[in-house]
């Protein structure tokens, strides 16, 4: 396994375990992370594309896909920024950056792993 596999699977292993909660129990997680209970379906919608995406990583990652790998960067790197910019705007608490410094480790890791691969 790569070292670049080697950082998408837990990345993926995070997004499925995150992405069914939010599928099957939403507000503790919504909760936890400073939003109000919800009872619409479009949370458990958004936690299936979630967990759908995990599933992604981790089989790319496996098949050692580094097109997948360096695309994934452009997209993890700007999370953090959105959700900074989402509770500047007070539009989303501040536990939210929790998740958006899930991602920009993460793809810290993923950006090291590829330069290790590649060198």
């Known amino acids: 396994m790569t070292n670049t596999a080697k950082s998408l699977a837990p990345f993926g292993v995070y997004m499925i375990v995150v992405g069914l909660g939010l599928l099957v129990v939403p507000n503790p997680i919504v909760t936890l ?5 919800v009872d619409d379906v479009w949370v458990r919608l958004f936690g299936w594309m979630i967990a759908s995406g995990g599933y992604f990583y981790i089989q790319v990652g496996r098949s050692g896909n ?3 790998a360096l695309a994934t960067l452009l997209v993890r790197f700007p999370v953090v ?4 910019i989402l509770f500047l705007l007070e539009l989303a608490p501040p536990a939210l950056l929790a998740f958006g410094g899930v991602d920009l480790v993460g793809a ?12």
Do not use: M, Q
């Open 33 to 37: 992370i400073g939003f109000d209970a």
């Open 66 to 68: 580094e097109v997948f």
């Open 81 to 84: 920024v959105v959700h900074l």
């Open 108 to 119: 810290v890791w993923t950006a090291v792993a590829l330069r290790r691969d590649n060198a």
